[in-house]
């Protein structure tokens, strides 16, 4: 009976210590994501489509992930002084992106999507598409 009080108790005691640990964890990630991340500027760097490039389509833009909380609220994309609004989301571990910003103009079509991030190496955030290999790049570099 002891022995098995005893098992219960260390193994009660294993499990807190684990979740203490994965939540450190996202507080580390939502801590990178909010200081290195949020309310920054980013341009588009690179964005293929297969083979097409269509990086120039975003020349002169800069987008901003404004905070409502770590894990979701506004985007802004400006150009010329015009703001765009849109929204952006991200699952607990920061490894999805869902961009969504208006059909207008067209060029935002490409970067309405979920993404997955490759890398993280500010200044840097390299993206493919959430769901898919298709051959769909898209780098954003914090200014």
């Known amino acids: 009976m002891k022995k098995n009080a005893l098992l219960l108790l260390f193994s009660f005691l294993l499990l807190m210590s684990c979740k203490k640990s994965a939540e450190g964890g996202n507080a580390l990630l939502e801590q990178y994501f909010e ?6 500027n980013f341009i588009v760097s690179l964005a293929t489509d297969n083979s097409t490039n269509l990086t120039p389509n975003y020349n002169g833009y800069i987008f901003v992930l404004l905070k409502t909380d770590f894990y979701h609220g506004p985007l802004k994309a400006t150009k010329n002084n015009i703001v765009y609004e849109g929204t952006w ?4 571990d920061y490894s999805k992106l869902t961009i969504k910003l208006p059909a207008t103009p067209s060029e935002f079509g490409f970067l309405t999507r979920d993404w997955r991030f490759t890398s993280k190496s500010l200044p840097v955030l390299k993206l493919a598409p959430w769901y898919t290999r298709d051959p769909q790049v898209l780098n954003m570099t914090r200014q």
């Open 89 to 92: 989301s991200s699952n607990d």
């Open 35 to 40: 200081n290195n991340i949020l309310n920054r």
